[in-house]
């Protein structure tokens, strides 16, 4: 039966803000609820085979329109062209660094003004797939006392400023139009200890107290926020590294692993899906929260 309000008191309904419940949520189907048809999603770091790719492929499925915005042209244009293929979706294709206040604001505007709205915005560029100012990648894992300063300094600026910067300078657009969806990925690492990242790890408890914080700052104003926190995510790239020690450290993964009380890793698509999930009415009310995703690592 549907919620009939009309016996409630003009006072309550107000004070509660009953008159914004989704009262259809029940004559629609689930199916229905995850299409995102006229949705346009930017999604950063959205290039290549890793999360920001399987993210844009779960909601180009859905009905969402793409902006896949990425720092390398190379891997912007992998996921572009299989949009293309897989989808039949022409997706835009944006090169800018996260962090880069005129290269997001170039990337940002032009999208706007060809395009009118952007409804979701998934901050994903970070983690190993991070890339800085000289185009090399930072060494993250190892101990603290012994990072190289220019490699902190590039892991907290794309993966903690980048993601701020991306969503200041989309969030005036949300506001003025009092709808929009946010969507930040973090890490289990931001909820529980892990050797040898803790640079990293400290980026993402950012990320985790921002979407917080971020969501009890706008959600009155129509726009939502979540994140989520992957475990541990296996890909090619993963395999490649794990097969040589120097480049990762097997401490912190032993560790991570050994707290997964699922007792797998994950893939990519798995989160993906959530992430997808989140993005359409069927997450809608998953606010403030950065939802697990590390197979009980962090639980
Ligand atoms: N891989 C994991 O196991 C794991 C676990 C937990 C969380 N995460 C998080 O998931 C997200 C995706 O990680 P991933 O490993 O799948 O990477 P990915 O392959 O999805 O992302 C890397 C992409 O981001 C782009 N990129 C890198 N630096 C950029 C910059 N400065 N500006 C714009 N684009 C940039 C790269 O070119 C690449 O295409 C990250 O936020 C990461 O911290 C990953």
Not at 121 to 143: F, R, Y
Not at 171 to 184: E, K, Q, T
Not at 186 to 196: N, V
């Amino acid at each position: 039966m549907v919620l009939d309000l009309s016996g409630a008191a003009d006072e309550v309904v107000k004070r509660y803000a009953l008159d914004q419940l989704p009262l259809d949520r029940r004559t629609r189907t689930s199916a229905d609820l995850l299409r995102l048809d006229g949705k346009l999603a930017l999604v950063t770091g959205g290039g290549g085979d890793g999360l920001g790719a399987a993210i844009c492929e779960r909601l180009a499925e859905q009905g969402a329109d793409i902006a896949v915005l990425d720092v390398s042209e190379t891997a912007a244009a992998t996921t572009v062209t299989s949009l293309a293929e897989r989808w039949n979706l022409r997706a835009e294709q944006l090169l800018a660094d996260v962090a880069d206040r005129e290269q997001v604001g170039t990337a940002v505007d032009g999208l706007l003004e060809r395009k009118g709205r952007i409804d979701i915005l998934v901050n994903n560029a970070g983690g190993s797939g991070s890339i800085g100012l000289d185009g090399g990648k930072p060494k993250q894992h190892g101990p603290f006392d012994q990072m190289e300063i220019e490699d902190l300094l590039t892991v907290v600026r794309v993966n903690l400023v980048g993601l701020l910067m991306v969503t200041r300078l989309v969030l005036p657009h949300m506001l003025a139009r009092g709808s929009g969806r946010i969507i930040n990925v973090a890490s289990e690492g931001g909820k529980t200890a892990i050797p040898d990242l803790s640079v990293y790890n400290a980026c993402k408890a950012g990320v985790i107290g921002f979407t917080r914080s971020l969501a009890a700052d706008v959600g009155s104003r129509g726009v939502t926020v979540a994140g989520v926190c992957p475990g541990i995510m296996v890909s090619d790239r993963t395999l490649r590294s794990l097969s040589d020690p120097a480049g990762r450290g097997f401490t912190s993964l032993d560790t991570a692993f050994s707290r997964v009380t699922l007792g797998r890793c994950t893939v990519v698509d798995e989160v993906a899906g959530v992430i997808a999930f989140l993005a359409s009415e069927a997450g809608s009310f998953v606010h403030g929260t950065s939802v697990s995703l590390g197979g009980g690592m962090a639980d």
